[in-house]
């Protein structure tokens, strides 16, 4: 019996009005927060830390049922999805404990 599910979501953001690195960290401070008080992700920016106007990151959460990551998943796609700036791509992968342990 699988004794719990991870899910993984890669994203990319444009900030189309993103004028300054500064201004870029404020919007990724807020996204990171937001994701995690609201689903008790993990979430990482892990490429395009140079740019300006672009973003990479990659978010993780874990729970017991498969049915509650995918919930989650969507949930973030939701939000990132309503946000000033732009969700340029996502995907994401589920995964049991025993999968991501091995």
Request: aromatic residues 6%; neutral net charge; hydrophobic residues 40%.
């Amino acid at each position: 019996m699988t004794s719990g599910y991870v899910g993984v979501l890669d994203f990319e953001l444009h900030f189309p009005d993103g004028r300054s690195l500064k201004a870029k960290r404020r919007h990724l401070l807020t996204v990171k927060s937001r994701l995690e008080r609201r689903l008790g992700a993990s979430v990482a920016e892990v490429d395009h830390h140079e740019l300006w106007q672009r973003s990479r990151l990659t978010m993780a959460v874990v729970r017991r049922r498969a049915g509650e990551v995918e919930d989650a998943i969507e949930e973030a796609r939701r939000y990132l999805s309503s946000q000033e700036f732009e969700l340029v791509r996502s995907e994401a992968r589920l995964l049991s404990v025993e999968e991501v342990i091995e």
